[in-house]
């Protein structure tokens, strides 16, 4: 079945094969000395666990190991340049992880009495603060747990606010095409319609297709600023005004954000809305896969429908706003939340992280952020034009978007090209997205690179360039043989998935 | 800058090679009205040592939870996580990691979030879990919206015992959606009869257990009740401890269960990050929300994980995606995982049972307190009791000494004046008897004032 | 053999007498899907428009509606694509059929597209 050399149990050198914990119980085993528990009644009302939960038993360097080996096979922004575009895996600073860990920060409650959080309060409003100021936008909703959440947050506001004036009837969303997936899933959730607008040949909305669109019936427009081709949308201020005639409200997806931090406030832009992915512009960690931190600025219009809760500095120090009833006399009655989105008081640990990161930088450095990560990207496109085949002509924003026009005829595909990066020691970038162009690949360098590494980048992107025209098609279809796994079978995974361990008792049964 | 690699020789090489005299004209496509004339006011660059003076003195500012007896729960809990958990996630292949869209160098992720998966479904008694969701209440939103599509139903019904914020988010999120929620009273001695609420249009009836005033009850009959009408059973667990002790609502019947898995490896954060768990019958799989990992081979028949069953979401269905969720709480989920393997089947039971007999000794104990009476006849680890005086003043004159006490019911039910004197607490492994005596004297001489 | 119709979202309708027909989805549908994991069919009894949903076609990176190529009432389905999708892939045109409808409108029957109409339909595609 292998076509790879063998090994005694299948390590192959630092790449240790890994059981998983179900297969490695030491019955009875614990990782964790807790004292023994001492007599009292139980007050379980008759609800004792019966039969055991069917966990495994390990010692503590057992699972040490284990996680450290499993480590070893992921990919990581600590171990190389990852280009994945609209992701922005930046750097991540240490210092972030270390504030975010003190225990006066990490170590408190959110229902804590008010007087006993101050610090923390003054933190969000200080984050909140900066949000406001870098993006010259009147107000931030500071709970959505994510960039989607953000969207539905921003959308909510948009469709309770129109609600407010009477315009519930309101309900086309204008999205282009080139959106990321979260956009009309989030629109539909808002029980919006989405009403797609092509891009232009020079990858931006088609302005006159746009304002077509725009009517009575249209809530909202939603677009990427900059857009998912790494392209700045320069009409920005046309189609908000247009939108506003219309009636409708601007809603900025700030995926992008990265690229003009520090530079271009997206308020001067004429949105009403934006979402902010703390984990992308201000490096709060990825984590393999979050959690993330989606505040979401929002306009004058937009600002009294805000989700609660939200920090309210007053004459006594900062407190908190948690329920709609309590808004009323807060704000003098002009706040009309439109709910509650999130358990608590939002991200608080990542809006630590990204407070430590703003801090370090400064505005100065949020300046140089954006730049440096534009100025990557283009040197990126420049270093590689000749030979790959960039979808629209320059200068991109922090991203570079390439299709696959040079691998014509050569029997290499995207993905395959994908692949075959990985075998040279990088994560492949974002690949077949945004769907606007052929086999594209989407690739954001971010500013977090040394001149160093960008070369040798494009050392490894022209030479599989080369590689694929001469015509080395095993090289790539064989890709990756260097990785801890070859390529993966998802049809097997889909057609019946195993989603869980199951003991061996269990898995002979189920298959009966 | 220190975490700036360019520089300026470096910039000049690159602006020469892209053909752009400065980085400033590679805007040139941002609107010169656009762009920022003026400096933001904001400050400059600081190094580490001005950082970390401005970030501890905020952290200073703060009663952590560690200066004072603790009994802060409702929702959120105070556990003792390992040492070897923060460290193992701080390894930066795992924290710098993104979403494992390219299998091959992510098999790390990977499994951990099998195991992770696995570990849900056996807490809970259920047969699938999905790689988590942003907290308790977002999970609780998409489970009734889950409900929504398997049923084709639009009501459901929200018991009394519901943590107020999973109650909320839930109208929330179904707010603009063709949905009926009738959510009931506040329910703190578990009296509601929700059986008799269930209707044929009913898509969902969502239970907490133990209830947000720490109540326990057997969901069996009303799952049973919610079968016979086509409806599901939605249990939510709020304090994931309580499933080493407590039958888990799979084996009661439940067809979807949502928890806060915080709890769990992870810290109290000011309430967030948290970790939303979420798990179902595997009959309902394919309109669960959520990633899910699953298991597969590869090209040399190696056993591998992949993400799977993606076409549930957004990124490929779009507006018809299951949910429009993107990301998860991958580094909470890892957190998670390496605490109950730590654990394991003898730790976490033991750690369960400990966090039972220390709320018994703080209900034995309070019990002995004048003016104070338990609401509860069943609990986990929290319970609720009334005070003679309103519980927020009472909280506040503690917090002062400080000790703190817990949350008053009126914190999360403003709106119930009836409330007004009821005070939730909970104990767990970190509560000492020194800890629940100190809040017992300081509680009798706050009621006698 | 009964004739078999085509529609433009790459189904094909053949006619099995006194109003029945079965549908499914082309080779040329089923190789552009790629491997397909998950078919969803509707109910037996339920009524269709031409043109509304009648089902999901799911492969590994993307999902598909079936559409109702004519008015008819669902009356069976094909058990066997649950425990295998592959059938779609395999045999797009006879063993991997997905729904019978009676009753079905003949008027729109005949509307749809021949094979040679079709076979130039696809051709223009590339």
């Known amino acids: ?512 | 800058m220190r975490y700036l690699p360019q520089t300026e020789a470096d910039q000049r090489v690159m602006l020469a090679k892209v053909g752009a005299k400065s980085v400033e004209a590679l805007f040139k496509d941002v609107p010169e009205a656009a762009r920022l004339k003026t400096p933001l006011d904001l400050p400059d660059h600081q190094g580490e040592i001005e950082v970390e003076r401005h970030l501890r003195a905020l952290a200073a500012v703060n009663v952590s939870a560690g200066d004072a007896p603790f009994f802060v729960g409702a929702g959120a809990y105070r556990h003792h996580v390992p040492a070897s958990v923060d460290a193992l996630i701080q390894r930066g292949e795992f924290l710098t990691s993104y979403t494992p869209y390219q299998p091959e160098i992510a098999q790390g992720t990977l499994q951990v979030l099998f195991e992770f998966q696995t570990q849900v479904a056996l807490l809970t008694g259920m047969e699938v879990a999905n790689a988590s969701m942003y907290d308790g209440p977002t999970g609780c939103a998409e489970a009734v919206l889950m409900a929504r599509r398997v049923t084709g139903r639009k009501r459901a019904i929200l018991s009394g015992g519901l943590h107020p914020h999973y109650r909320d988010a839930t109208v929330t999120v179904t707010r603009f959606l063709d949905m009926e929620i009738d959510a009931r009273a506040p329910d703190p001695s578990a009296r509601e009869d929700l059986a008799a609420k269930i209707d044929s249009d009913t898509a969902c009836v969502v239970v907490q257990n133990p209830s947000v005033f720490g109540q326990l009850r057997d969901l069996t009959a009303l799952a049973d009740a919610c079968h016979a009408k086509g409806a599901l059973l939605i249990a939510v667990v709020t304090e994931v401890v309580s499933l080493g002790a407590v039958t888990p609502p799979g084996a009661m019947g439940a067809d979807i269960v949502v928890a806060e898995g915080q709890g769990l490896g992870n810290a109290l954060n000011f309430g967030g990050p948290y970790l939303g768990l979420f798990a179902a019958r595997e009959k309902f799989l394919r309109t669960m929300p959520g990633r899910l990992c699953g298991e597969t081979v590869d090209a040399d028949g190696r056993r591998g994980y992949v993400l799977t069953l993606s076409t549930r979401e957004q990124h490929i269905r779009r507006e018809k995606a299951t949910s429009n969720i993107c990301t998860n709480s991958g580094l909470c989920a890892l957190a998670f995982t390496i605490h109950v393997a730590l654990l394991g089947e003898e730790g976490m039971t033991r750690l369960a049972r400990i966090n039972h007999e220390r709320a018994g000794a703080l209900a034995k104990r309070l019990e002995r307190v004048k003016g104070v009476k338990l609401v509860n006849d069943s609990f986990f680890n929290e319970i609720t009791v009334t005070l003679t005086k309103p519980a927020t003043a009472v909280v506040s004159a503690l917090a002062k000494l400080p000790i703190l006490a817990g949350v008053p019911a009126s914190r999360l039910f403003p709106e119930r004046a009836e409330l007004a004197n009821h005070l939730i607490l909970a104990a767990t492994e970190l509560t000492t008897d020194a800890d629940i005596e100190a809040l017992a004297v300081a509680l009798e001489k706050e009621l006698a004032a | 053999m009964a004739e078999m119709r085509f529609t433009k979202e790459h189904e094909w309708v053949r006619d099995d007498g006194a109003g029945m027909v079965t549908v499914g989805i082309t080779a040329y549908a089923q190789e552009q899907l790629g491997d397909v994991v998950f078919v969803d069919l509707p109910a037996v009894g339920k009524k269709l428009q031409q043109g509304s949903e009648a089902g999901t076609i799911e492969s590994v990176k993307t999902a598909a509606e079936l559409y109702a190529p004519v008015d008819g009432e669902v009356v069976e389905t094909n058990a066997r694509l649950k425990d295998e999708p592959a059938l779609v892939n395999s045999s797009p045109t006879d063993d991997g059929w997905f729904v019978k409808l009676k009753s079905a409108n003949k008027v729109q029957l005949a509307t749809l597209m021949t094979a040679a109409q079709y076979k130039s339909y696809c051709d223009g595609l590339h």
């Open chain 1, 1 to 512: 079945m292998s076509n790879t050399p063998g090994t005694i149990l299948g390590h192959r050198g630092l790449d240790h094969e890994e059981a998983l914990i179900f297969e490695q119980d030491s019955p009875g085993m614990t990782g964790v000395d807790l004292p023994a528990v001492p007599a009292g009644p139980d007050r379980l009302g008759g609800l004792a666990r019966k039969g055991a939960i069917g966990l495994p038993g390990l010692s503590e360097p057992d699972i040490v190991r284990h996680y450290t080996r499993l480590s070893r096979k992921n990919y990581a922004i600590d171990s190389g340049l990852y280009p994945l575009g609209s992701c922005t895996m930046k750097h991540n600073p240490r210092l972030n992880e270390k504030m975010a860990r003190l225990p006066g920060l990490a170590d408190i409650h959110p229902l804590q009495p008010v007087e006993t959080v101050q610090g923390a309060l003054k933190l969000i409003d200080e984050v909140a603060h900066w949000l406001k100021t870098l993006t010259g936008m009147p107000a931030v909703a500071m709970s959505p747990g994510a960039g989607a959440h953000g969207e539905l947050c921003g959308l909510m506001s948009i469709h309770a606010a129109l609600e407010h004036k009477g315009h519930g009837h309101r309900r086309r969303i204008v999205v282009p095409e080139s959106a990321h997936g979260t956009n009309p899933a989030t629109a539909a959730l808002v029980g919006f319609t989405v009403d797609p607008v092509p891009a232009n040949a020079r990858g931006r909305v088609d302005l006159d297709a746009l304002t077509a669109k725009l009517g009575p019936d249209v809530a909202a427009v939603m677009i990427t600023n900059p857009n998912t081709c790494g392209l700045f949308e320069g009409d920005m201020r046309i189609i908000a005004d247009r939108v506003h005639a219309a009636g409708g409200f601007l809603y900025c997806d700030g995926a992008n954000f990265n690229a003009i931090v520090g530079r271009v406030r997206p308020g001067d832009l004429g949105i009403d809305a934006m979402h902010i992915n703390l984990h992308k512009t201000f490096s709060t960690p990825h984590g393999g896969g979050g959690p993330g931190a989606g505040p979401v600025v929002l306009s004058a219009a937009l600002a009294p429908f805000a989700p609660v809760p939200w920090v309210v500095h007053g004459k006594d120090g900062f407190s908190l706003v948690e329920t709609a009833a309590a808004a009323g006399p807060a704000s003098a009655g002009t706040a009309k939340p439109f709910g509650r989105l999130k358990g608590f008081h939002g991200q608080m640990g990542m809006f630590v992280r990204a407070l430590t990161y703003m801090l370090s930088h400064g505005r100065d450095g949020l300046a140089r952020v954006s730049g440096d990560s534009v100025l990557a990207a283009n040197y990126i496109m420049a270093s590689v034009s000749d030979v790959m085949t960039p979808s629209f002509d320059g200068p991109c924003m922090h991203e570079c978007l390439l299709d696959d026009r040079f691998l014509k005829d050569t029997g290499v595909t995207t993905l395959d090209f994908a692949k075959a990066m990985i075998d040279e020691g990088y994560h492949p970038m974002t690949v077949y997205f945004p769907l606007v162009v052929h086999g594209a690949m989407l690739i954001e360098p971010t500013e977090s690179e040394s001149k160093r590494s960008l070369d040798d980048f494009i050392k490894v992107l022209r030479g599989l360039t080369a590689a694929a025209k001469a015509g080395e098609v095993a090289r790539f279809k064989n890709a990756p043989m260097f990785a801890p796994r070859r390529r993966l079978d998802e049809t097997r995974a889909a057609r019946s998935p195993v989603l869980r361990w199951k003991p061996k008792l269990e898995q002979g049964a189920a298959a009966e």
